[in-house]
């Protein structure tokens, strides 16, 4: 990778390497009806406009073709800034998953 190449995530995040608010993979991030700073990155507007619609924070990385560990810290900024939202996932029942294992011991 060229020095510039690799400077660019650092560029990014304005020189940051962690998120300041942990997000999960799995986790759906969603644009908040909220006026949009002027000094957002072109990222940050990028990300916004993709999460109009609930998207993970995988999806959102794959489809900005940046590192996980770059969009999320781009996410955890936006969050910070009150405009964009986290939906963690909720683990299922244990009822749930006993039920879905019988069912599919019964198909064997």
Known sequence: MSAPAALRPYV???GR??????I???ALLTTRQAPRPLTLNPEERTLLDLCARPTALAEAAARLALPLGLTRVLAS???V???LTVSESV???VR???DVLAGLRRMT
Not at 17 to 22: D, I, N, P, S
């Open 12 to 14: 990014i995040t304005r």
């Open 17 to 22: 390497a962690r998120a300041t608010y942990g």
């Open 24 to 26: 999960a993979l799995e």
């Open 77 to 79: 900024d936006l969050v």
């Open 81 to 83: 800034q009150g405009l």
């Open 91 to 93: 683990p299922p029942e």
């Open 96 to 98: 749930l998953l006993r």
